[in-house]
């Protein structure tokens, strides 16, 4: 039993023990004002996910991503020809552009590695989170009126 919880938690650590260092959440804003104190550190991030053509970014909000305000983004990169966590989809799978494209224009979170030299499409973007292994759909609890989740 215990062995099995120990392989577990390696396989759900893996991006962690590869890298030598444990992820740190830190907001949108954190990163664009302070990129010096993330470089090349693994984050998890949420924001509002763009996929579309030359603006594949994470935005500050849904009004920052319909201007292309890329000052308020960063560009991202997904891991490729590696299983990724895509949820709510399947747990680990082989990234396509059709799991993805589950995820454009909607509030993610996501894991990968940042990186403040890095500006994504033309130097549009504030900087650049790369090789993204993980991806999930945050959830709407309210609507501004009544709250949808419990």
């Given at each position: 039993m215990i062995k099995k919880a120990i392989i577990i938690?390696?396989?759900l650590l893996?991006?962690?023990i590869l890298l030598g260092e444990e992820i740190?959440?830190?907001s949108l804003i954190n990163l664009i004002a302070n990129p010096e104190k993330y470089n090349s550190k693994i984050?998890?991030?949420e924001g509002y996910l763009h996929i579309k053509f030359e603006d594949c970014a994470l935005y500050l909000s849904k009004s920052d991503a319909d201007y292309l305000n890329g000052?308020?983004?960063i560009w991202v990169s997904?891991?490729?020809n590696k299983d990724i966590s895509i949820q709510p989809l399947d747990r680990n799978t082989k990234l396509t552009k059709e799991n993805l494209g589950y995820f454009d224009c909607k509030y993610v979170l996501l894991e990968g590695v940042f990186?403040?030299?890095e500006h994504g499409h033309m130097g549009s973007y504030a900087a650049t989170l790369d090789n993204v292994t993980r991806i999930m759909e945050s959830t709407q609890w309210y609507d501004g009126k009544k709250q949808l989740k419990k």
């Open positions: 938690l390696a396989i893996q991006p962690c740190q959440s830190v984050v998890r991030v000052h308020n983004a997904f891991a490729e990186d403040k030299n």
